[in-house]
């Protein structure tokens, strides 16, 4: 009983302790809730001070400015956007157009578009066809003046070579003087009383009483060149016990002697080209008894020294690598001198004329022919 009533006392003494407490905290703790309605501008009546009304004010004139600008700016149409990719559909503009509607107009635009470029493109490739038809045309024409050319030889008449002045662009006054012996060669490409002009007319007409083109007597020159070029790459390749010499070929039927021998350096032309000589060509051939027989013949005023003269003149040749490319570019066989690609000569050992065809074809004296120099311009 006792202890029951200690435990109330001590309760009560609590209670009262936290009461006091309690309230010595709200009186230390300001008035927040009266500071803030000070500041609103409340006062213990509950009106409103002046400096509240002016603020309200404010706020009403904030709000009413807010909506008419809200409600101006809806009013307002939206201005158009560029959009980036402004060839899609997507992105541009319709109008009011529908979209199926908008569709068929780009398809439309789309459809011109690519038949101009197509009118575009077929009027490109008729230009180019009326191009590449004219360009045909020229060559067609120059590979006809070429074969022409080649055809006649380096020059086609008398006219065209009595008008000539120059050659390679090169006067033919200066190829004469370079071409004469101890010039440019010890030997010349002329003998001292010839001319550039004199040696071409004379060969010129020699080979069309032939019946003869100039590149008709190059050729066998030119596979003679050719074959000694086979030989010397061969034998380069070939070991030493199976390097082989060709002394002697077949050329249209007729056994021929042949030789190719270089020289020390190189020669340089007389004309404006790139033709360099270093080789040594021989050919020959013995005649067959109705050959001897028929220069016995029609030679009888010959001493014996002379006949063997005109046999060795009209059965051997003796020139340059240069000569072919000559006679084939410009119709020059050389003057007189030793390296002379005589044309009789040519045709006579490989087989291009009779020995009869070329007797005619110099007025029956074929000894004055070979012996004399041309010494008379055109």
């Known amino acids: 009983m006792k202890f029951t009533l200690k435990i109330m006392i001590l309760t009560l003494v609590l209670c009262i302790f936290f009461a006091v407490q309690t309230a010595v905290a709200q009186k230390a703790v300001p008035d927040t809730s009266a500071k803030i309605e000070k500041k609103r501008g409340k006062n213990e009546t509950g009106k409103a001070s002046p400096k509240s009304k002016r603020l309200d004010k404010s706020i009403e004139k904030s709000q009413k400015d807010g909506k008419q600008k809200l409600k101006k700016d809806k009013e307002i149409p939206i201005e158009e956007k560029k959009h980036p990719g402004e060839g899609h559909a997507y992105g541009r503009n319709k109008g009011e157009l529908s979209g199926r509607e908008f569709g068929k107009l780009r398809s439309k635009a789309a459809k011109e578009k690519r038949d101009e470029n197509l009118k575009r493109s077929e009027q490109y490739i008729l230009n180019s066809e009326e191009i590449l038809t004219e360009s045909q045309k020229k060559i067609a024409r120059a590979k006809k003046e070429l074969e022409e050319k080649e055809n006649a030889g380096a020059f086609k008449d008398?006219?065209?070579?009595?008008?000539?002045r120059s050659i390679t662009g090169k006067s033919v006054s200066e190829i004469t003087v370079e071409g004469r012996p101890g010039a440019s060669s010890g030997t010349g490409f002329m003998a001292e009383d010839e001319t550039i002009i004199s040696v071409l007319s004379a060969d010129n007409q020699a080979v069309q009483k032939l019946n003869l083109k100039h590149p008709d007597l190059a050729r066998p020159l030119f596979h003679l060149w050719n074959i000694n070029h086979a030989w010397e790459r061969y034998n380069d390749q070939a070991s030493p016990d199976k390097k082989i010499e060709i002394k002697q070929l077949i050329y249209q039927g007729a056994e021929i002697g042949i030789r190719i021998s270089g020289s020390r350096g190189w020669q340089q032309s007389i004309f404006n080209d790139e033709i360099l000589g270093s080789y040594h060509l021989e050919a020959w051939r013995n005649l067959t008894t109705e050959e001897e027989d028929f220069l016995k013949t029609h030679y009888q005023e010959l001493t014996k020294d002379e006949l063997e003269e005109l046999r060795t003149k009209i059965s051997t040749l003796h020139t340059g690598e240069m000569v072919p490319y000559y006679i084939n570019r410009y119709g020059f066989y050389e003057g007189h001198t030793d390296f002379r690609a005589e044309p009789l000569?040519?045709?006579?050992?490989?087989?291009?004329?009779?020995?009869?065809?070329?007797h005619n074809a110099c007025g029956g004296d074929l000894s004055g022919y070979l012996n004399g120099h041309f010494t008379q311009n055109p």
Do not use: P, Y
């Open 345 to 358: 000569t040519i045709a006579f050992i490989f087989g291009i004329r009779s020995l009869e065809e070329i």
């Open 158 to 164: 008398k006219t065209e070579l009595e008008n000539t």
